[in-house]
């Protein structure tokens, strides 16, 4: 594989080299090292999606695209980022990786179900770009009826098969994590001695087994009423439009949580190491998460303040929403306070967990803006929101996704990357993102809305700003591609351990052995026992 | 099939272990499907307090006397399939292998049943979209009933049909000698996913064939 020598033992990658052994493993590493290559591969379609965007609303009057095709550039951004993309991004790499790793397994506990799962993405993956291939759909990521149903006039059943069926990949990971977590820990690793990722990955599939299913079953009548002409969400015939929206936020609102959990479980394992501090509060922290995942369950009413619902149930909605920034709240605190009086060093995946902390900061706090009933009847469908929800999927989740994958690739790969690129690059995501979608909040908050081609040419400056940054970005994003791969060939080989980090993963070599342990690890220390090296606290 | 299935696998520690795993996995897997077909309720719930003089009017148009026939053979099906259970647990392979095989042959009559009803709908114009005339008032309404019967036994009939599949399997595996006192996991995780789609039949039958019928 390399010029360098090999480890003088096996390892995951080196047991066999045909396509054919990937492409029937039943190794929980190979299968995330299949999915981190193809949800990549979606990462560039949907970024791409929103190059163009940001290239058009460079000039106020759409002079790049039409109409049309701007809101089928709008829709393929948004299905293939969060389907495809954000929802699976780290749970079926990282955690698919580290979970069995993390709490001393040998494989999830059922490693078919999770060969399968991938191949379920692969083939919703396929399905959604095939809708794209056929003219793209114009209903936007939500698929709103009845702007998907007797007034489309394209592709949306191929999307919604698309995003159906990769319902089901999702369904099985979180089955999968489920069932191994509770029950393949290793001897004496109890539930208060879980690494805060752990608890993250069963947070998140909680709400993937509880959630999905209604989205899933709630296409399905989109995709009857598209076909048939006929449904319940069809206000001619009797049916409700905004029952379809209630349905659709049960499941995308959780959605949500499916992305930044995991992104926090991310942060708090790279800043309790690079920090060399045990995790502020990390019974709270762990509890947070398992709060977040359940009230996630019951504020899908905020998207629809100004759809029609009652102002009663309004008023409910939006206390609940404010109930989730408690949680979140302590974990932001907490992270902080981790930082306090820690030895703090700044390689790569720090930069980048640090940079998840402030922007999951900006887009929550934002969060509460949106909220408030009445702020959010000047603030819905503009660009403030499109700036809200970008700090925390794009600017929370993608940054801790980046941080995991610099954290972990040593790990993965048996290499070490160049840390002084990957720092540039950290910074480069961190200034490129703030420039993209600081300026959204500002046109937002004056009125621009979202999904339009074209708006008011007061507005071209924070437009201009932005598509400046969204180049820096994009810059960000692909300068990883260079570095990593590079390292594949020239990097030095990864010691087991070369953060020093806490936790069974750091434990067994890098790359992993095929069977994970050469024996089963036995746990007898607390998580995150990182003060415990450092000679004295001054 | 056999000799693959009852050894451990290789991430268990022990046969406990498994056993645990799988019966966890069957149990969220049940959740998941309780909160699709939940959506299916809900929608039903909602359009019905919009309508509830057309769900009545659609009610009485339903085949009650097919319908009930069907409740019965799926009540007797999950009887006959916890008899399986029971049979596999004692390790008593050619009880387990009959009363498999009557719940195969319970649910295929269920899905017959099915099947006439659905005829005698389309010999009545009842189905949406394709055929359906209806000429009281609130035509309209009585049709959005019919899709939610269509959508919801349809859905539930594609369940049924996926258990006679499964159950099929199992029998024939059992024949086999595939299963013992001490592994019959298979057995037991196929009947809990058999009850369950007898349980939703129990709320589907009163939702959509009693309810409002007098």
Redesign the interface.
Known sequence: MSSITVAEHENYLTTDFRLWSWLTTLDHKRIAVLYTLSITLLFFVGGAAAALIRLNLLTPYSELVSIETYNKLFTTHGVIMVWFFLIPSIPTTLGNFLVPLMIGARDLAFPRLNLLSWYLYVIGAICAIESLMAGGVDTGWTFYTPFSTEFSNTHVFAAVTGVFIAGFSSILTGLNFIVTIHEMRAPGLTWFRLPLFIWAMYATSLILVLATPVLAMTLVLVAVEHIFGIGVFDPALGGDPLLFQHLFWFYSHPAVYIMIVPAMGVASEIIGCFARNRIFGYRFMAYAMLAIAAFGFVVWGHHMFVSGQSAYAGTVFSLLTFLVSVPSAVKVFNWTATLYKGRISFEAPMLYALGFVGLFTVGGLTGLFLASLGLDVQLHDTYFVVAHFHYIMVGGAVMAFFGGIHFWWPKITGRMYSDAWARFAAIVTFVGFNLTFFPQFIVGYLGMPRRYPEYPPEFQLWNVLSSMGAVILALGYVLPLFYLFRSLRYGPAAPANPWNAKGLEWQTSSPPLPENFLRTPVVAEEPYSYSADRPSDG | MASTLSPI?????DAA?QR??SN??IW??L???V??????F??YT??RT??PA?FAVGSRLTDLPLASINTALLLTSSLTMALGVHAARSGERRATVGWLSLTVGLGVMFLAVKGLEYHADYVEHLV??LNFSYSGA?A??V??FF??YF?ITG?HAAHVFIGVATISVIAFMASKNAFSPEYFTPVDLTGLYWHLVDIIWLFVYPLLYLVSRS
Not at chain 2, 9 to 13: E, K, N
């Open positions: 696998a290789p991430q268990f520690d272990q645990d795993a966890l996995g969220i897997f959740a998941t499907e909160l699709f077909f939940g959506v299916l809900a929608a909602i359009t919009q309508h057309a949406p979209s609130q309209n309404e049709e959005l899709y939610l959508v859905i």
